[in-house]
């Protein structure tokens, strides 16, 4: 009987629209508005009891450490600020540290990339023909070294397998991937060596763009010059 019941097409209510003569007064809420607002009103009713509840079973007399080194600010806990939280000397320190790293990342990615050019210089210049060939007169020298140059441009993508010509065109982009390495390594390097040498004593100031002699991208400093005592 209810799969009678729902078969038949029933009426579709609509709600009726803001009269003209009430436009004045601003929206008409429909139905449909009303539960998402009455929604959203009971969520925060909830969210506001559960927050209420909290606070009148928190022990008064319940302590952590973090108090200690927490401070309010306008109604808001802020950590203490761990700015000295280093000395001058343990900052330097751990600069150096960071810039050894740097510098031995750098010199290894440079071992690496000699390495691999080496190899594959080897092997562009590995001779495909072995061939000797012995001519009569000067004339036919030449036309034996220009034929045996012309075969080995034909020979050369032709006597080397797949599988090595895949390899090479693997060495090349690696290659080309550690010289990327390297250059950002050593723009990282340069930037180290400057920020911790901008940390030491003595006075500097930065110059101008007419008072560099070499134009550069990056910033340039000069130390006043001490008498060494």
């Not at 990282?188 to 002699?213: N, P, S, T």
């Given at each position: 009987?209810?799969?009678?019941?729902?078969?038949i097409?029933?009426?579709?209510?609509?709600?009726?629209?803001?009269p003209?003569?009430?436009?004045k007064?601003?929206?008409?809420e429909k139905h449909?508005d009303?539960v998402v607002r009455?929604?959203n009103f009971?969520?925060?009713?909830?969210?506001?009891?559960r927050?209420?509840?909290k606070a009148?079973?928190r022990?008064p007399d319940?302590?952590?450490?973090?108090?200690v080194?927490t401070?309010?600010?306008d109604g808001?806990?802020?950590?203490?600020s761990?700015a000295?939280?280093?000395?001058q000397?343990e900052l330097m320190?751990?600069?150096?540290?960071d810039i050894?790293?740097?510098?031995?990342?750098l010199?290894s990615?440079?071992?690496k990339?000699e390495?691999?050019?080496a190899?594959l210089h080897s092997l562009?210049?590995?001779?495909l023909n072995?061939h000797?060939?012995y001519?009569e007169?000067?004339e036919?020298a030449?036309?034996?070294?220009?034929?045996?140059?012309?075969?080995?441009i034909?020979?050369a993508?032709?006597?080397?397998?797949?599988?090595?010509?895949?390899?090479?065109?693997?060495s090349y982009?690696?290659?080309?991937?550690r010289k990327?390495?390297?250059?950002?390594?050593?723009?990282?390097?340069?930037?180290?060596?400057l920020?911790k040498?901008?940390q030491k004593?003595?006075r500097?100031?930065?110059?101008?763009?007419d008072?560099i002699i070499?134009?550069?991208?990056?910033?340039?400093y000069?130390w006043?010059s001490?008498r060494?005592r």
């Amino acid at each position: 009987m209810s799969s009678l019941r729902n078969a038949i097409p029933r009426r579709t209510h609509k709600e009726r629209s803001q009269p003209q003569s009430r436009k004045k007064y601003g929206f008409l809420e429909k139905h449909k508005d009303y539960v998402v607002r009455a929604k959203n009103f009971h969520k925060k009713e909830e969210t506001l009891r559960r927050l209420k509840e909290k606070a009148a079973f928190r022990n008064p007399d319940e302590f952590y450490f973090k108090m200690v080194k927490t401070r309010t600010v306008d109604g808001v806990h802020r950590p203490e600020s761990q700015a000295n939280k280093y000395t001058q000397e343990e900052l330097m320190l751990m600069k150096t540290q960071d810039i050894g790293y740097v510098l031995q990342k750098l010199q290894s990615e440079k071992k690496k990339a000699e390495k691999l050019t080496a190899a594959l210089h080897s092997l562009d210049s590995h001779p495909l023909n072995r061939h000797i060939y012995y001519a009569e007169d000067r004339e036919e020298a030449k036309e034996l070294t220009l034929l045996s140059s012309e075969n080995k441009i034909v020979t050369a993508s032709e006597d080397v397998p797949d599988h090595i010509k895949r390899k090479t065109a693997s060495s090349y982009r690696e290659l080309e991937a550690r010289k990327n390495r390297i250059n950002q390594l050593e723009k990282l390097y340069a930037d180290m060596a400057l920020q911790k040498e901008l940390q030491k004593k003595g006075r500097k100031r930065k110059l101008r763009e007419d008072e560099i002699i070499c134009p550069t991208t990056k910033s340039v400093y000069k130390w006043r010059s001490e008498r060494k005592r």
